[in-house]
């Protein structure tokens, strides 16, 4: 039978782990980690979602905003081997930046992976969606404006139970069963195991989320 595009609940958890997994041995020194949070009270029923958090934005002296995610560099430091006093002072030193939080969360509805995400000013004041928009790079403008597969929704995060901002699933089946067009039953370890890493690769555009050609090399 023809694979549909969709992960068990066991399997997306198979595929949560492998992305952490493949992300922290990455050797890139500018990446937060994906960590998997785990939610369930019960040690038999699995409740979890990744979460990548603290990714800063900064404006140039054009208005264009330039991934940061680590937030260093806006401006010098002398304790440049201390991660944290630096992160601190760049972000003092730009008040235009802007810091961004991921989370991905199974659909038990669609049995896909969902993108919630958010982003606020340095002073906590949440971002609305139009100031969201100007932080996004051209072509992921492009790619919420002229795909089908992408839209921005404004829904209850399904466990810290906020408002948060999410890419809608109702498509995910479909263009992650187009990525393996040419395989008509692929092998089903090999899908989880580059799962969130191709389903990232496609997301990742629609946000402006930069996702390390690193990460695919892993899984050659």
């Not at 140039?60 to 440049?80: I, L, P, Q, T, W």
Request: with cysteine.
């Amino acid at each position: 039978m023809a694979w549909d595009g969709t992960l068990t609940p066991d399997e997306f958890e198979a595929a949560a782990r492998t992305l952490c997994e493949r992300w922290s041995s990455l050797a890139v020194s500018d990446l937060p980690l994906w960590t998997f949070i785990n939610t369930s009270s019960s040690p038999s029923k699995a409740e979890f979602y990744l979460s990548l958090e603290d990714v800063y934005r900064f404006k140039n002296s054009d208005g264009v905003a330039n991934n940061n995610m680590k937030g260093e560099g806006a401006c010098s430091a002398d304790e440049e081997d201390d991660d944290k006093y630096a992160t601190a002072l760049a972000v003092t030193c730009n008040q235009d930046a802007r810091i961004y939080d991921f989370h991905v969360v199974y659909s038990f509805s669609y049995r896909v992976p969902v993108l919630y995400f958010r982003g606020r000013r340095i002073d906590g004041q949440p971002l609305e969606l139009q100031d969201i928009e100007k932080d996004l790079p051209q072509y992921a403008l492009r790619t919420l404006r002229e795909s089908k597969w992408t839209f921005i929704t404004w829904e209850d995060h399904p466990y810290l139970h906020r408002p948060w901002y999410m890419l809608h699933p109702c498509g995910t089946s479909q263009w992650m069963k187009l990525l393996y067009n040419g395989e008509a039953s692929p092998v089903k370890d090999a899908v989880i195991q580059q799962y969130l890493a191709c389903w990232l690769s496609v997301v990742g555009q629609a946000v402006g989320l930069r996702i390390p050609l690193e990460l695919h090399n892993k899984f050659l």
